[in-house]
């Protein structure tokens, strides 16, 4: 007799279980959850084609140049490249003199002790130095961008999803508020100091568009400085600072593809030769 109530509740609570499922499958499909702004206005990132791409890329040093003149000129001012070494540039293609004169001649200084005083002071950067950042602390940084925390952009190209082209979308992809999103989410329209950029995941970004006019940056080698065209330099540039031995490992992984083919090759020789006698 214990048994069978036993049963009898355990088939109750079941059949409890499967009344309350089928009533939120049901309110999900009857009533399903409205979309948010960020899921109806949100844009996946442009396509962008980079000498780097591919198993078999390389770095299109002119670019890359090209691309720290960018990052130099507009993007130095509040983004910092804390993972980056002066000398690391000789590996976009400059030289130990022009590492040097790059140094020395950069905006911010590092920080040093006055060894006279004891008190805080600056000096020149040299070659083995990183690329210092443009503000003391993050509290100053915060103080000149609207309480906004600009990211450091040394390895920004792995960190976001979409990677170079996410940068570059991001760069290009300023547009005006469409009226759509004024009408039905207002609630989702930027706060003072935000802009609009359905590239951007929540559609509102703190940087104001940095790319503006065309010859903003004076490209040095004769390219015509358009704002896509240095959108995709810098994002070629920040592929790079994330990952400089890309064409060493492309390189390695050549080799190692190489030597497992020419070993399996090897393998099944070997094989041939040790069973060719033998009757299966």
Known sequence: MVRKIAYAVGALFVLSLLFALWGSISGVITDPTPKTAAEIFHKEPKELSLASDGPFGKFDKQQLQRGFQVYKEVCSNCHSLKLVAFRDLKGIGYDDAQVKAIAEQWAVEQPDINPDTGEPATRKNLPSDHFPPPFANDIAARAANNNALPPDLSLMAKAREGGAPYIYSILTGYEPIPAELKAKYPDSLPLPGLHYNPYFASLNIAMAQQLTTEGQVQ?????????????KDVSAF????????????????FATVLFLVIFCILAWGAYKNVWRNVEH
């Open 238 to 253: 920040l592929v790079w600072t994330a990952e400089p031995k890309l064409e060493a490992r492309h390189a390695a992984g």
């Open 219 to 231: 490209y040095q080698d004769g390219t015509k400085p358009t704002v896509d065209q240095m959108a």
